[in-house]
């Protein structure tokens, strides 16, 4: 008997694996392990789903679009963040509209509130770890960013002088507000997407489409019980 094709599905780690989670039990894909709490980097799913054995990888969000481009995971869930900033060579067929929070430049309350240009010169010190939207924006309006990449806790960047403005994800505002920030711009509205290798879209149509219409199914499932 001929082995089943493994589909690898690249989960991102941290606050959206919580919501990653209902969705995939919807739709019968549930890894084997807690993947919350395994240290384990692969875990299987189920032997046979849509005719393949599935095996699931779990690693940073900032890498998953890598795995799926490279072809090392047949399939990912990546926020649009991430997309737009690494423009990777992927399919995007469907909005999870999990992990929904907006991109946008912040900063400090009373420099924001006066209405003054951060720019000094015509450049503008910006923390980041989106250093090609940053730039990219700010070319826009005339003005050079001297980028900071940062890794995270972006907030600090302003209070301790680093930088005028950073641009990060904003979901509830509660960070900034603790820190005093609030938003200047909005750049874009971000939430989760499924992505999928190309070449895997073609070789692997049929098990790649089911689980396209299967995440469908739930993502509108999970929108209805929400709208109740
Ligand atoms: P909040 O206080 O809810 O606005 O969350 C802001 C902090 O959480 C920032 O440090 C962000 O980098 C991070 N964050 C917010 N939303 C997301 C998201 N969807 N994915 C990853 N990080 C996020």
Redo the contacts with the bound molecule.
Sequence with gaps: MSEKPVLTIALSK???LEQTLPLLEFADLMPREDVQTTRKLMVDGPDDWAGSKIRFLIIR?ADVCTYVEKGAADLGIS?R?LLLESKPNVYEPLDLKI???RLCICGPKDAVESGKSAAVGGRVRVATKYDNLAAQYYRKQGLHADVIHLY????LAPLVGLADRIV???????????NGLIEETTLFD???RLIANPASFVTKKTQVQAVISKLREAVVDREMERNK
């Design positions: 941290g606050r959206i969000a926020g963040d992990g929904q929070c995270g806790s972006m907030e990060d994800v904003v979901e509830t505002g509660n960070t900034l507000k603790a971000i939430s989760s």
